[in-house]
Nanobody, 125 residues
Framework: QVQLVESGGGLVQVGGSLRLSCVAS????????MGWFRQAPGLEREFVAA????????TYADSAKGRFTISRDNPKSTVYLQMNSLKPEDTAVYYC??????????????????WGKGTLVTVSS
């Protein structure tokens, strides 16, 4: 059974930092594209960042560029999202996504194989 378990969310002040983690089990992690999405209250889920198998290929939403960094540790089956200079508009539930075959899927959310249950990030002003 495949599981993606996010952690690292919490309450942080404007300008602060958080590092989210997503641990995968039940799949061959090294061969899966991984992504982070978020959903704020009343809004649709949106793409944040994605990473290829080896970690060399990365893609970011405009809102994340220069502030967030996605990375992965294949031996630990973990993908990270380092978030710096946080803003109130970053408040959302953050979800981890994986797809075995399509990098596009983890950049758009369409057809993603697996989703985590999310971790809440709240940025207070």
């Amino acid at each position: 059974q495949v599981q993606l378990v996010e952690s690292g969310g919490g309450l942080v002040q404007v300008g602060g930092s958080l590092r989210l983690s997503c641990v995968a089990s039940g799949l061959y992690f090294s061969n899966n594209y991984m992504g982070w999405f978020r959903q704020a209250p009343g809004l649709e889920r949106e793409f944040v960042a994605a990473i290829g198998w080896s970690g060399i290929l990365t893609t970011y939403a405009d809102s994340a560029k220069g502030r967030f960094t996605i990375s992965r540790d294949n031996p630990k089956s973990t993908v990270y999202l380092q978030m710096n200079s946080l803003k109130p508009e970053d408040t959302a539930v953050y979800y981890c996504a994986s797809d075995r075959w399509s990098y596009s899927a983890v950049c758009t959310g369409t057809g993603v194989n697996y989703w985590g249950k999310g971790t809440l990030v709240t940025v207070s002003s």
